[in-house]
T-cell receptor, first 110, second 114 residues
Framework: GEDVEQSLFLSVREGDSSVINCTYT??????LYWYKQEPGAGLQLLTY?????DMKQDQRLTVLLNKKDKHLSLRIADTQTGDSAIYFC??????????FGTGTRLQVFP | EAGVVQSPRYKIIEKKQPVAFWCNPI?????LYWYRQNLGQGPELLIR????????DSQLPKDRFSAERLKGVDSTLKIQPAELGDSAVYLC????????????FGQGTRLTVV
């Protein structure tokens, strides 16, 4: 993706928390998203946050947004083996254009 | 309710051959997107439709790629002729079209050009 950066890999033990980070460049982006992609599957929207919010929690997922630093993070509590996948952050530019990051591969080991 | 359906799931062709991908969006979704996802990268938008009108095709390589959305429902994406660098997963997505409405993705078509 153009100018949306993520670390490539993250490995965590089952039961621990996972934190996936993302930096973006367009300060005018209105919404920021986290998508999950499992092998051979399309993208599934996990959660999103409006740009005027700092935090959003949804069950095991917590999204933190630092708009000043253009930094977005996704925390997964009590990570399970089923959480193993590639996670993409995305920013909405303009009316309806999503710019995706390069993805972070999360591996959960027992 | 059926999700976004794409076909075929996999396609292997020789370079310089034509290829077409088909997408059936979720019923009632006005907005349809085609994305290309190269290996190890995030999806990149190729074209976006609002009903039958292509409203954003700035990233579509128009010398070899074409797309259409007949009657504002199904869509096809065509490549003619294909090049080795076109090998990727082509994803279709649809949404209701309003601001921040969730975009639902199909499983994609994995194209391999040999």
């Amino acid at each position: 993706g153009e100018d949306v950066e993520q670390s490539l890999f993250l490995s965590v033990r089952e039961g621990d928390s996972s934190v996936i980070n993302c930096t973006y460049t367009d300060s005018s982006s209105t919404y920021l998203y986290w998508y999950k992609q499992e092998p051979g599957a399309g993208l599934q929207l996990l959660t999103y946050i409006f740009s005027n919010m700092d935090m959003k929690q949804d069950q095991r997922l917590t999204v933190l947004l630092n708009k000043k630093d253009k930094h977005l993070s996704l925390r997964i509590a009590d990570t399970q083996t089923g959480d193993s996948a590639i996670y993409f952050c995305a920013e909405r530019r303009g009316t309806d254009k999503l710019i995706f990051g390069t993805g972070t591969r999360l591996q959960v080991f027992p | 309710e059926a999700g976004v359906v794409q076909s075929p799931r996999y396609k292997i062709i020789e370079k310089k051959q034509p290829v077409a991908f088909w997408c059936n969006p979720i019923s009632g979704h006005n907005t349809l997107y085609w994305y290309r996802q190269n290996l190890g990268q995030g999806p990149e938008l190729l074209i976006r439709y609002e009903n039958e009108e292509a409203v954003d095709d700035s990233q579509l390589p128009k010398d070899r790629f074409s797309a259409e959305r007949l009657k504002g429902v199904d869509s096809t994406l065509k490549i003619q002729p294909a090049e080795l660098g076109d090998s990727a997963v082509y994803l279709c997505a649809s949404s209701l079209g309003q601001m921040n409405t969730e975009a639902f993705f199909g499983q994609g078509t994995r194209l391999t050009v040999v």
